[in-house]
């Protein structure tokens, strides 16, 4: 007698990250965002969020498809810049600085705040290459060799490519592209780092080795992962955050935040029915 | 030990059902049609081999070859003429390079500006625009090159320069292929999945690395395909070189002088009055063979070039 695979949500302790149950106001905040809202032209795709991301934190965004998590996120590192028409309203603050200010290079804004995205986009490039690409264009000179080996090995893949180096970072693996992607990111000595369903088109042992990497590098990183995969987020985050697109007066969808907290709590004691619907596989 | 043997009846029925119950006479009819139409083609480039190849035989029969690609005089029409093609090739290649030139850096920067820089309303003007370059009878570049460069330009900052001579044929022709370089060029580039430019945004590049360090390389091998169109057009080029150029096979490298290119030979000794089986006549045909197999090799080599290049996206 087997039941297919249910949705069921079955949280024991285990499953959540430990190590970081500061609460938050006892933590430095890296972003902090006021009353933020994202513009595709008219369309408000989200809006009025005011969140803040804690420093050596993992935050994850769930929430269904479609309400502004990808939006949201690619204005912490204003990628949101290149979409024609796109607008952030609010204040998105790093370490205290409006990054949407007047005086803001937004490629000064990307060098501290990477960004790993939902399909690995290695460059056509050797593996090395890959990873010396981010310290090249922002003028730091010398030998690579130290830092290549550095990255490869914090994203855990040293030990896989050391003796291909010079080979197509093609020839990987989806699961081993995407932790170039990773090194590649990190090559730059970021702060922060936004991962957009980093794992959707990975195996579940790719996916394993990913949420492992991203445990080891909340050391040194913050780090903010938008995910489809609820379990996921239990596993990883230490705080989670639940949107949901909800229809106006006018009848148009719009991304709200429903709930902010601790990802234990947010898991096991949903203070909005929304969220415990969304949870526990009611809804979405 | 086989214990479980499937129903015999279900299994035929089964196995009935998935037989093609009709021919399909108009897959057959589409596919024979296809066949034909490579055929046609296959057999149309034999053609033209042979038909170079036979006169050209007959030529070498009483021209050594060795007299034919290593001689530096070309001068077929007169008595007792000889027939060093070498001023031919160097015209041919002093033009083309002079196109080259032109048509590289202008091609491929267009495309970079279209591909990366250009707003989408612009893109949707200056795309369609660039293309009727493409469009115009290379006679009237011919006319433009001679009458407009030459004549108001180029006297003014060369005096020296001949009515008649490369430097005019060569920039109007770079002129000509802009819009095969470009267009391919920009869409090579616009192939390139926009993941891979978010990447390099997110990791602090501007625009102009993320177009010469990502994007371009990603493309090189549509951009190296376009640069061989555009070179293979120069190359068989005939029009403007007649016209511009004048038909004074020389063997210089100074592009202020008229030259002579094998296109514009083979153009101006085909529409004269040689009597056929003359040699001057069968001159044509090995000159035509020689430009055949000098572009195949050049097709043949960046074919190759383009596949080491080539990167495939997942
Ligand atoms: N480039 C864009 N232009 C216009 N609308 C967009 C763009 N990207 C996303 N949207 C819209 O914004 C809303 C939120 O999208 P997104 O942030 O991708 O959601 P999520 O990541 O939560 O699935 C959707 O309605 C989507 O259609
Ligand atoms: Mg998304």
Redesign the pocket.
Known sequence: MSTPDEVTLKLSSSMLRHGSELPLHARETVFSLDDVSVF?GD?E?IRNVTLPIGKNEITAFI?P???????LLRSFNRMNDL?PG?RVQGTVAYHGTDIYGPDVDPIEVRRRVGMVFQKPNVFPKSIYENVAYGPKVNGIKGNYDDLVEECLTRAALWNEVKDDLKKSAYALSGGQQQRLVIARCIAVRPDVILMDEPCASLDPIATAKIEDLMGELAKDYTIVI?THNMQQAARVSDRTAFFTAELDDNGI?H?RLVEFGPTRELFSSPSDKRTEDYISGRFG | MSTINPDATALTAAANSLRRSKPHYGERVIRGLLLLAAVVSVLTTFGIVISLLIPSIEFFTEIPIGDFLFGTTWTPLFMNGEFGVLPLVSGTLVITGIAIIVAIPLGLGSAIYLSEYASLRVRKVLKPTLEVLAGIPTVVFGFFALEFLTQLVLVKIFPGIEVFNALSAGIIMGIMIIPTIASLSEDAMAAVPSGLRDGAYALGSTKRQTAMKVVIPAALSGIVAAFVLGISRAIGETMIVTIAAGLQPQLTLNPLQGMQTMTSYIAAAGSGDLATGSIEYKSIFAVGLLLFILTFIMNVFSIRLVRRFRQVYQ
């Not at chain 1, 498809?65 to 939006?71: N, Q």
């Open positions: 595709y369309y795709a929430g498809s479609g309400c502004g998590k990808s939006t979409i796109a938008v969808r991304g």
